[in-house]
């Protein structure tokens, strides 16, 4: 399928659809008989995603359901926090702790830059769903956890979500030497509790694509920090020699490419296709020592993520690749399912993959 993961649906979500429709009914029944009415003509539509009139308003259907930072003191004990990278540009972030004493050697926690799925065009860090998942990932790892809230398509198109994204890793990444870049402070808990020598990337479905392409950048330029691994979950990706994805499935794949990318050549961009010509070779020198690809049995997208770990590991990328199939689960399955037997092992594999050791699943787990 074209899409790039979809979202859970709500009544709120499915009132506030209605209400927008209604609402340009009466727009329609107050014109002029004969007149257009730019602000009720589509100009682009990727339902369940979005919608884009010609005036340019974007209608966004099953927008994320938000919730504040703050302590999970139900269920993991985590603390969460917003805070802001770029006053400039908007560019925030939300961290999650652990409790402490789950810190690992010298009281230090491993960092896990975690990006957001949601087609490039829907999604947030503060996405409930999202953040249940961080909660439980940063108290189950032991890890300090950053995820940023790079900016949307199409009112910021490709690669904006990218810039974002790495501006927020180099953010990350100078807490190595002790001080904030540019003469800003320090962010207290990177500072006092996140262990720089040991940054992992994750993302799901979009996210993994952004994860994908934090590594390239960090394989050409200088980070200053080491990545140990990237997490690569349901991810996105296309290219234009797709033998399974065609007629009006790889049209509407292309076309929603171009919505959130306008300037891009097609499906074989390089922030599209990591392995296309024009990305030369760049993947089998990403910046990380091992990836973990993970795929789902029944989601579209699964033939994406088993390609890529087989032109990753054809690449002549020197790192290990592993791959981990959910049988009988589709797309993102284990944000609205997390107690399944297939979300807990995927959890596990993970937590695994973290830890850099092969783990048995408990049993009380199955």
Excluded at 201 to 206: I, M, P
Excluded at 274 to 288: E, L, M, Q, T
Excluded at 299 to 311: A, H, I, K, T
Aim: charged share 20%; hydrophobic share 40%; proline share 7%.
């Amino acid at each position: 399928m074209w899409w790039v993961g979809v979202p859970s649906f709500s009544f709120s979500t499915i009132a506030q659809s209605t209400s927008a429709y209604w609402q340009v009914r009466k727009r329609k029944a107050k014109r002029p008989a004969g007149a257009m009415d730019p602000d009720g003509e589509v100009l682009h539509d990727f339902f369940p995603f979005i919608r884009q009139y010609k005036s340019g308003r974007v209608v966004r259907f099953g927008a994320a359901d938000t919730v504040p930072a703050g302590t999970d003191a139900a269920r993991t004990g985590v603390s969460s926090k917003d805070v802001v990278i770029d006053p400039g540009s908007g560019l925030w972030a939300r961290l999650y702790l652990p409790p402490l004493p789950a810190a690992g050697r010298q009281g230090r926690l491993p960092v896990i830059v975690y990006y957001h799925g949601g087609a490039f065009v829907i999604g947030s860090a503060a996405h409930r769903p999202t953040h249940e998942y961080l909660n439980g990932l940063a108290a189950d790892a032991g890890a300090l956890v950053v995820s940023p809230e790079y900016r949307l398509a199409p009112e910021h198109p490709l690669p904006a979500a990218h810039d974002d994204s790495w501006e927020a890793l180099r953010w990350v990444a100078s807490h190595a030497a002790g001080e904030e870049e540019e003469g800003r402070e320090p962010e207290p808990w990177l500072a006092e509790h996140g262990d720089l020598s040991r940054v992992f990337l994750a993302g799901v479905s979009a996210g993994g694509n952004i994860a994908h392409n934090m590594a390239v950048r960090a394989g050409e330029r200088s980070l200053g920090v080491p990545i140990r691994g990237i997490l690569v979950i349901h991810a996105y990706f296309n290219s234009e020699a797709s033998s399974s994805t065609t007629g009006v499935l790889r049209d509407k794949a292309e076309a929603l490419w171009r919505f959130v990318c306008p300037g891009t050549p097609g499906l074989d961009d390089p922030l599209c296709n990591p392995f296309s010509a024009a990305a030369g070779g760049s993947a089998a020198r990403i910046a990380a020592e091992r990836v973990l690809v993970c795929v789902a049995e029944k989601d579209s997208l699964r033939e994406w993520g088993v390609w890529y770990y087989e032109s990753l590991r054809a690449s002549g990328y020197r790192g290990e690749v592993e791959l981990h199939e959910s049988a009988g689960e589709g797309h993102v399955f284990h944000y609205t399912k997390p107690e399944c037997e297939q979300a807990r092992l995927l959890h596990a594999r993970v937590l695994s993959f973290l830890r850099h050791e092969w783990v048995s699943v408990p049993s009380c787990w199955l």
